[in-house]
């Protein structure tokens, strides 16, 4: 009975102790003995690092950033930092995460040395260090803003630009008496050729009189100056709208190898090709014939080579 009673006074007087020893040390009794602690609260500077952590890693302000970033390779057996692949870079604009990542791979200097079984590994961890708001562009600047869109502008691929229509040419007369080209009749006389561009062609007027002598049946043909030769090698193409013979009257009825009257033909015959060449009726007869012949041709006009003809005087 005094054991029981001497056990039950020793554990009394060990939880009195105990009591007295937490009291002093400021830690508070559980149990019946207190109220229970207070449940510990984050700690306010723990937030903060949480939020500047995930800040640290938004890149998509416009402000300057200085980022420091690692290049690593997570395949499986070979994890590890590439060589080179740790630096900082300046990110002035706003970028994704995607966006960041691919920049820096894309620029990282020695990617062709990367294995190809490493690079569907390649992860880029990064972090931004601190921040500057943007300062306004000065004037310098400003300008050379203005001049980079300009020359970028003037590179641009231009629309064709059909050029201007060039300047028509100049009419073109002459007058000629009728000597220095080929002729079996040997006309004379005095005509004025004029040549008007038309905007697909020339236009070729011949007014005057010519005389001709026809010693045979069959001697037609008269050549005229190079540079009027006719579009149409047709005979029936140009016949001459004024053709009167001084004696015989309008000779446009009277037949002649394949036309009528007084023509200009695109001839072949050997002597006359590549020239106009004016065609009298098939008569023998002697006569001044006045004559009004309009045609058309491509060849351009050329004084020079007119300049070399005989009987020929440049007007226009």
């Not at 997570?74 to 630096?87: A, D, F």
């Not at 540079?227 to 013979?245: E, F, R, V, W």
């Not at 309008?250 to 200009?264: E, I, K, M, P």
């Amino acid at each position: 009975m005094m054991w029981a009673f001497q056990s039950f006074f020793g554990m009394f007087l060990d939880g009195m102790v105990g009591q007295v020893v937490h009291a002093l040390s400021g830690a508070q009794p559980s149990g019946a003995w207190g109220p229970p602690p207070p449940r510990p609260s984050v700690a306010p500077s723990e937030t903060a690092a949480s939020e500047t952590a995930a800040h640290d890693m938004d890149l998509r302000s416009d402000e300057v950033k200085l980022v420091e970033y690692s290049i690593v390779s997570v395949r499986r057996g070979h994890e590890r930092i590439l060589p080179k692949g740790i630096g900082e870079v300046m990110v002035t604009g706003s970028m994704t995460r995607e966006g960041f990542t691919a920049w820096i791979v894309a620029c990282y200097p020695h990617l062709h040395e990367v294995p190809p079984e490493d690079r569907r590994y390649l992860r880029v961890y990064y972090r931004v260090l601190t921040r500057w708001p943007r300062g306004r562009p000065g004037r310098g600047r400003r300008l050379a803003v203005l001049e980079g869109i300009r020359d970028a502008i003037h590179d641009l691929p231009r629309w064709p630009v059909r050029p201007a229509p060039a300047a028509p040419p100049e009419p073109s007369v002459i007058t000629w008496d009728g000597t220095g080209t080929p002729s079996q009749v040997g006309a004379r006389g005095r005509v004025t050729l004029t040549k008007t561009w038309n905007g697909k062609n020339y236009d070729v007027v011949l007014e005057g009189k010519l005389a001709f002598v026809s010693r045979s049946y069959g001697f037609v043909r008269h050549g005229l100056p190079r540079g009027y030769l006719p579009i149409s090698a047709d005979p029936l193409a140009y016949s001459c709208s004024i053709q009167q013979h001084a004696i015989w009257g309008d000779l446009s009825a009277v037949g002649n190898y394949g036309g009528r009257g007084v023509h200009v033909r695109n001839d072949k015959f050997p002597g006359y090709e590549g020239r106009a060449t004016l065609w009298f009726p098939e008569m023998r007869y002697n006569g001044e014939v006045t004559l009004r012949c309009a045609w058309q041709t491509n060849e351009a006009t050329d004084p020079s080579a007119w300049a070399s003809c005989p009987g020929i005087e440049v007007v226009v």
